[in-house]
């Protein structure tokens, strides 16, 4: 199975500041992933799509980059309604799988 | 509109076997496949399983001995079994519809399932 590892676990950020946070696949995957946000208690919501890919109705501070097997989803000065968990996940394999989250705290 | 709606019990008792049941509406099965994502209390997102638009399945390695998925296109529902239930195997339940792209774009609710005596 391929193996999605994020980091940091968490980042404590203060609202206006601008984050990174990277998913590392344990193989090459193109760019097979793709980004969610979790609010508690809510279902996952996509947010970019084949590492890159904007979704419509996104906010456009959010992008992602990235290939093989370093991803980096990026924020452009964090809003209060940002703070959240984040998870990646890849589809280069039928055999799906999430990484393990990056929770964005307020700092 | 899409949706999905999971349904099943609440409370398990250990070892025994799981049964949810996925209702959708707005899309066909045989056009799209569905897949199940649990959640642990506390704990992050688990790929748990697939059908997909052709009917055939793929499991997640750690759980393929235990589980099942299966479907009925006449109702549009998919079903998901899984046997000799642990306490580890409460979580939330959601069934969840990928693009073709396989990024999933719409989430049922989630059912909460609770593995105790």
């Known amino acids: 199975n391929i193996v999605l590892t994020q980091s940091p676990a968490t980042l404590s950020v203060t609202p206006g500041e601008s984050v990174s946070l990277s998913c590392r696949a344990s193989?090459?995957?193109?760019?097979?992933i793709h980004w969610y946000q979790q609010k508690s208690n809510e279902s996952p919501r996509l947010l970019i799509k084949y590492a890159s890919q904007s979704i419509s109705g996104i906010p456009s501070r959010f992008s992602g980059s990235g290939s093989g097997t370093d991803f980096t989803l990026s924020i452009n000065r964090v809003e209060s309604e940002d703070f959240s968990i984040y998870y990646c996940?890849?589809?280069?394999?039928?055999?799906?799988?999430f990484g393990s989250g990056t929770k964005l705290e307020i700092k | 509109q899409v949706q999905l709606k999971e349904s099943g019990p609440g409370l398990v008792q250990p070892s025994q076997t799981l049964s949810l049941t996925c209702t959708v509406s707005?899309?066909?099965?045989?056009?799209?496949?569905v897949h199940w994502v649990r959640q642990p209390p506390g704990k992050g997102l688990e790929w748990v399983g697939a059908i997909w638009s052709g009917g055939s399945t793929d499991y997640n390695s750690a759980l393929k001995s235990r589980l099942s998925i299966s479907r009925d296109t006449s109702k549009s529902q998919v079903f998901l079994k899984m046997n000799s239930l642990q306490t580890e195997d409460t979580a939330i339940y959601f069934c969840?519809?990928?693009?073709?792209?396989?990024?999933?774009?719409?989430w049922g609710q989630g059912v909460m399932v609770t593995v105790s005596s």
């Open positions: 996940q890849q589809s280069y394999s039928s055999l799906f799988t």
């Open positions: 707005g899309f066909s099965l045989t056009s799209n496949s």
């Open positions: 969840t519809r990928p693009q073709t792209g396989n990024y999933f774009d719409y």
């Open positions: 193989q090459s995957i193109s760019t097979s």
